[in-house]
């Protein structure tokens, strides 16, 4: 599964922004998809994932009521919406997809394929 993100940008405190991620290649195998992001000087910390099937999303404590996932299985894309931006929301987003259950979809390793990673800066 190849990944490309697209989107982000420049912000201001309290505003929005949208990243999206592009799906090829065993998109039909596809399990669940989720945005990571890594500040500067910070580990990479999972956001949001979305059930590709289902449709069930799940939320980081930090970002929850703020933001949203959202997948289209036509188009094989996922999107996070991003409202109510803080600075501290400031980091290389990176997109990560899955073909297999696990556990728990928060950490890194339960992800096989990962994007490139888009900047998103929030300025106060």
């Known amino acids: 599964v190849q990944l490309v993100e697209s989107g982000g940008g420049l912000a201001q405190a309290g505003g929005s922004l949208r990243v999206s991620c592009a799906a090829s290649?065993?998109?039909?195998?596809?399990?669940?998809m989720a945005w990571f992001r890594q500040a500067p000087g910070k580990d990479r910390e999972f956001v949001a994932v979305?059930?590709?099937?289902?449709?069930?999303?799940y939320y980081a404590d930090s970002v929850k009521g703020r933001f949203t996932i959202s997948r289209d299985n036509a188009k094989n894309t996922v999107t996070l919406q991003m409202n109510s931006l803080k600075p501290e929301d400031t980091a290389v987003y990176y997109c990560?997809?899955?073909?297999?259950?696990?556990?728990?979809?928060?950490?890194?390793?339960?992800?096989?394929?990962w994007g490139q990673g888009t900047q998103v800066t929030v300025s106060s």
């Open positions: 290649g065993r998109t039909d195998s596809i399990y669940a």
């Open positions: 979305i059930g590709w099937s289902s449709g069930v999303p």
């Open positions: 990560a997809s899955t073909l297999r259950p696990a556990p728990s979809v928060v950490p890194e390793y339960a992800y096989e394929y």
